[in-house]
C-alpha cells in the first residue's frame, strides 16, 4: 500500500507540472491570438517540465514513446477533459463581433460531458496559431501513420467524412486513459460495441487431462507465445512469416478447447478474450465489420489471446454468390479473413465440427488440434481427480473405474455430472454421494447427446 501511494503522489505531481505548462502554453497563445506581439513559437519559449527520475505511469509513456514537445502538448491536450477539463474553458469565449465562438479554436461541446472537448484544429491553434508554414509543419502529428494513432494512444473521430479530418473530436483511447493514471492495462467490458467477454480460470496445467499427441500441439502455441520475438526478429523469421500464431480447436464440447484458451494465456500472462459470435454477426450490411473492426482495433495493442467459440457458426463454408445476402456474407467472412491474418497476437477458433470449416480457411491455420472424447483411463483420471479426497463422502457401491469404463463422457459432462450428484448428497444425512446418484447424472448427460440408457 505505501508503494502504491508513494507512486500514485509521484504520478500526481507530474500530471499537474504537465498541466501548469499547457496552462501557460494556452495563456501564451491567447494572448498572441489578441494581439500582444510576443514570440508566436509558443514551444521555443515555454519547455515542458522535466520528467521525474522515478518510474510514474504518465511520465513512462512519454520515455516510452520518446515523445517531443509537440507530442506532449497533444497528448496533456487530450487528457485533459479526463483529468480537468475546466481548464479549456477559455475555448468557450465569444467573437463579438459574429456573434459566436471563434472558428480557429477548433473544439465541439459534449453532450453529457458539459465542458469543451479539442479537435485536431484546437491542438493546431496552440501548436501553430495562425502561422500557415507552422500549421503545415505540424500537420504530421495527425498522420495514421503517426504512433499516437498506430500504437491506440489517440483516435481522431472522423465520423462526417464530407467535414475536415481536424475538426474531428481529439479522443485519448480508454486504453490511455487508463495506462496514464495507473501504469495498468484496460479491459473493456462486454458490450455492442465490443462484442467479446475476458476469460480466465483457476485450473493449472495439470488439471487438464489430454491425450499426447493434443498436448505437444498445445506446447507448440506455449512455445510460440514464449519466444515469438526471438523466433521473428532474432532468427529473422519475420522476413518470411507473418506475425501471430492461429490455431483451430476441433472437437465434441466438453473436451477442454475453452480451458485449453485460458491455460495459454496464463501461461504467457495474456488476457484472454473470448468473442460473442452472436453480437458479431449481424443482418444489416457492414455491422459486422463495423464490429470486428472494433474487437481487432482493441486487441491489436494488447497482445491479448483472442478465442472465436463455435466459430463454425462465422467461418462456414462460403456460398455461391446468388443474392446480395449471400455476397455480403461472403464479404464478412472475407473482411474477417483478412483481419485475422493481420493479427500479430494469437488467435484461436474452436468449432465442435472441423467439416462445416471453408477449407480456403483452414490453410491460413498454423496449427489445427482435435480434441477428442478421453479414453478409458483418461476419463479414471477425470473422475478421480473430481470426486476422490474431497469434502463429501463416496459410497461404497461407487465404482469410479466401472463407470469410466462403461460410459464415454468428456470432462465437461463429467463436471455435471459432479454438480448433479453433489446437489443429491449435500441434502441427505448423512452427506453421501451414492452410485445412483452418479448413474442418473450420467443419464441426463447422455440425454443432452440424444443417447439413451437401456438400463
Request: proline share 5%.
Amino acid at each position: 500500500m505505501e508503494t502504491s501511494s508513494k507512486s500514485l503522489a509521484i504520478n500526481s505531481e507530474c500530471i499537474r507540472n504537465e498541466l501548469d505548462w499547457f496552462r501557460r502554453v494556452l495563456d501564451h497563445r491567447m494572448r498572441r491570438h489578441s494581439g500582444e506581439e510576443i514570440d508566436d513559437d509558443v514551444l521555443a519559449v515555454l519547455e515542458p517540465p522535466v520528467l521525474p527520475p522515478q518510474s510514474a505511469p504518465y511520465a513512462d509513456v512519454i520515455r516510452r514513446f520518446d515523445m517531443n514537445q509537440a507530442e506532449r502538448l497533444v497528448l496533456i491536450l487530450s487528457y485533459i477533459p479526463h483529468i480537468k477539463p475546466d481548464m479549456l474553458d477559455p475555448f468557450f469565449i465569444q467573437n463579438r463581433a459574429l456573434d459566436r465562438r471563434f472558428t480557429e479554436f477548433g473544439g465541439l461541446a459534449g453532450l453529457s460531458h458539459g465542458g469543451f472537448l479539442p479537435t485536431g484544429e484546437t491542438a493546431l491553434f496552440l501548436l501553430a496559431g495562425d502561422d500557415v508554414r507552422a500549421r503545415l509543419r505540424f500537420r504530421y502529428l495527425f498522420g495514421h501513420d503517426h504512433y499516437l494513432y498506430e500504437h491506440n494512444i489517440l483516435r481522431l473521430d472522423h465520423r462526417h467524412q464530407e467535414e475536415p479530418p481536424l475538426s474531428s473530436v481529439l479522443l485519448l483511447t480508454p486504453e490511455y486513459v487508463e495506462r496514464l493514471a495507473t501504469g495498468r492495462s484496460y479491459h473493456p467490458p462486454f458490450s455492442p460495441e465490443f462484442p467479446a467477454q475476458r476469460i480466465a480460470t483457476t485450473y493449472e496445467w495439470d488439471d487438464l487431462v489430454l491425450d499426447r499427441a493434443t498436448r505437444e500441439d498445445i506446447e507448440d502455441i506455449v512455445a510460440w507465445v514464449r519466444h515469438q520475438n526471438v523466433l521473428m526478429n532474432d532468427w529473422m523469421l519475420g522476413k518470411r512469416l507473418k506475425p501471430g500464431f492461429r490455431s483451430l480447436f476441433y472437437g465434441p464440447p466438453g473436451t477442454g478447447k475453452t480451458l485449453t484458451a485460458c491455460l495459454l494465456g496464463k501461461a504467457a500472462g495474456l488476457s484472454v478474450y473470448r468473442i460473442d459470435l452472436s453480437k458479431v454477426i449481424s443482418k444489416y450490411i457492414g455491422e459486422t465489420e463495423k464490429n470486428l473492426a472494433s474487437l481487432f482495433d482493441h486487441a491489436q495493442h494488447q497482445d491479448w489471446i483472442l478465442f472465436f467459440d463455435e466459430a463454425d457458426s462465422l467461418f462456414g463454408k462460403r456460398t455461391e454468390s446468388r443474392n446480395s445476402n449471400d455476397r455480403a456474407a461472403n464479404q464478412q467472412i472475407s473482411y474477417l479473413l483478412q483481419r485475422i491474418e493481420d493479427y500479430p497476437g494469437v488467435v484461436i477458433l474452436a468449432t465442435n465440427l472441423r467439416s462445416h470449416l471453408d477449407e480456403a480457411f483452414a490453410r491460413r491455420f498454423q496449427s489445427i488440434i482435435h480434441f477428442q472424447i478421453p479414453g478409458v483411463e483418461q476419463r479414471l483420471r477425470l473422475w478421480e481427480d473430481n470426486f476422490k479426497d474431497k469434502p463429501y463422502r463416496l459410497g461404497k457401491d461407487v465404482d469410479l473405474r466401472k463407470l469410466s469404463a462403461d460410459y464415454e463422457l468428456s470432462g465437461g459432462s463429467i463436471i455435471n455430472v459432479l454438480r448433479y450428484a453433489c446437489l443429491k448428497a449435500v441434502v441427505r444425512n448423512p452427506r453421501e454421494i451414492v452410485s445412483r446418484d452418479l448413474v442418473y447424472g450420467i443419464r441426463r448427460e447422455l440425454h443432452k447427446e440424444g443417447k439413451f440408457l437401456t438400463r
